[in-house]
């Protein structure tokens, strides 16, 4: 079974800080994808990536940068964290068309 | 531009009676069409896909969707709900051109006991 695994659940930072969130998937997955959701807006896609090295923004890039220098990982960075940036974030990963799969999620908060 | 709407920000049913939660796409070709179910606290967990043949598709805890190309829905049926089924149901659309979905907003169910 595909696991999806985000390092952490919930999360507290300051304003200005740099913040990382770490996804990691075991299926040797290609495809990879960083959403926020909030209340109301459903889930909106901030970047995603094909390969390793390669990215692609989605429709929130804003405020965000992704890395992925190694297959089963990928990792969002917030680069200078503001409270509009409080959000629920989910992680997914898929092969191709096929389904995608998503992680728990991380709570984070910015204060 | 692609889109997906789901009208419905919450319903509200007793357990043991039937289910509907309405999903509608904008796109031009056929799209590849998922069901969504995330639990409070958790990730989303996929309940049923369609990419081709038979409209009527089955998925996980009894749940089924059919695709109508005329009316462009995708709606999510159960027969007989149970009040483990309490959660947030996303649609979501993929295309022939791109790995990426796109999600509605989401239908939040209640169940009355």
């Known amino acids: 079974d595909v696991k999806v695994t985000q390092s952490s659940r919930y999360l507290v930072k300051r304003t200005g800080e740099k913040v990382f969130l770490e996804c990691v998937q075991d299926m040797d997955h290609e495809n990879m994808f960083w959403y926020r959701q909030d209340p109301g807006l459903g889930l909106r896609l901030i970047y995603f990536s094909y390969d390793v090295k390669m990215k692609e923004k989605g429709d929130i890039p804003e405020g965000y940068s992704v890395s992925r220098e190694k297959k089963e990982r990928f990792s969002l960075i917030l680069e200078s964290a503001s409270t509009n940036q409080t959000s629920m974030y989910l992680c997914?990963?898929?092969?191709?068309?096929?389904?995608?799969?998503f992680g728990d999620g991380t709570r984070l908060s910015i204060l | 531009a692609q889109s997906v709407t789901q009208p419905d920000i919450h319903i509200t049913v007793s357990e043991g009676a039937s289910l509907e939660l309405r999903c509608n796409y904008s796109?031009?070709?056929?799209?590849?069409l998922f069901w969504y179910v995330q639990s409070p606290g958790q990730g989303l967990q996929l309940l049923l896909k369609y990419f081709s043949g038979d409209t009527l598709v089955q998925g996980i805890k009894g749940f089924e969707a059919e695709f109508k190309r005329s009316q462009s829905s995708f709606n999510l049926r159960k027969p007989s709900v149970h009040w483990s089924d309490a959660a947030e149901y996303f649609c979501a659309v993929g295309m022939d051109s791109s790995y990426k979905l796109i999600f509605g907003s989401g239908t939040r169910l209640l169940v009355r006991p």
């Open positions: 796109y031009g070709a056929t799209p590849y």
């Open positions: 997914a990963s898929s092969e191709g068309k096929q389904p995608q799969h």
